[in-house]
């Protein structure tokens, strides 16, 4: 248990659905993160937070919507998604954002797009 | 930008030997590296992690050494136990704390601990 929870574990949508992935850290942590998983690549980088303020959009399709109403939970808004975005979706927090403080994960989202 | 590059892909050991994962990157200027291990149905989790001024860094079976003239680093894991068989990430960034650095990953190592 890392402190940091994901709901739903398991995602399955069609590519015209709308759904909302959530994040949630018990941590007391000042930045979020959500990273994209796909087999066989690095995890990549999504969006980061840091005190519920966007600091980093890394090019991600406008179909990836994040949301962070306070420093404890984070969304990710889907729409209109495609296969290839099928993928485990993971959380992160820190401390404070920057690349020394240590990343604690969430178990991750398994989003299935049909 | 940074890019950082892991092999083997996958490992398998017998339970008892020394396994061994490296990694090259590419900014010289990156001066912090974390390896996180991510088992199975569970997001990644920190083991352990090595700054530029210094060359090698051990916890108990685990240690991490760097070479920064090459820009590569491994990680050594000694007398591997089953539970060791997750998959292995390594990861570079600039480690400022005054600014945002990406952590920037390597595409993992599958280690497979044979009993």
């Known amino acids: 248990e890392t402190g940091v929870t994901q709901t739903p574990r398991h995602l399955v949508m069609g590519m015209t659905n709308k759904k909302s992935l959530k994040c949630e850290q018990h941590?007391?942590?000042?930045?979020m993160y959500w990273y994209k998983q796909s087999a066989k690549k690095p995890l990549e980088l999504m969006f980061v937070?840091?005190?519920?303020?966007?600091?980093e959009n890394n090019s991600v399709p406008s179909r990836f919507s994040p949301e962070c109403p306070n420093s404890s939970h984070l969304f990710l808004h889907l729409h209109t998604l495609q296969p290839e975005d099928s993928a485990l979706y993971l959380c992160?927090?820190?401390?404070?954002?920057?690349?020394?403080?240590?990343?604690?994960f969430g178990p991750g989202t398994r989003l299935t797009v049909t | 930008g940074e890019n950082v590059e892991q092999h083997p892909s996958t490992l398998s050991v017998q339970e008892g030997d020394s396994a061994v994962i490296k990694c090259t990157y590419s900014?010289?200027?990156?001066?912090?590296f974390p390896w996180y291990k991510q088992e199975l149905g569970k997001g990644p989790q920190l083991i352990i992690d090595?700054?530029?001024?210094?060359g090698e860094k051990k916890d108990q079976r685990i240690a991490v050494t760097l070479n920064k003239t090459a820009k590569h680093f491994s990680l050594h894991i000694t007398e591997t136990q089953p539970e060791d068989s997750a998959v292995y990430f390594c990861?570079?960034?600039?480690?400022?704390?005054?600014?945002?650095?990406?952590?920037?990953f390597g595409p993992g190592t599958s280690l497979s601990v044979i009993p």
């Open positions: 937070y840091s005190l519920e303020e966007r600091v």
């Open positions: 990861a570079a960034s600039s480690g400022q704390e005054t600014s945002y650095d990406k952590v920037i």
């Open positions: 941590l007391g942590h000042n930045a």
């Open positions: 992160a927090s820190s401390q404070d954002f920057g690349a020394p403080y240590e990343q604690y």
């Open positions: 090595i700054r530029s001024n210094v």
């Open positions: 900014d010289s200027a990156s001066n912090y």
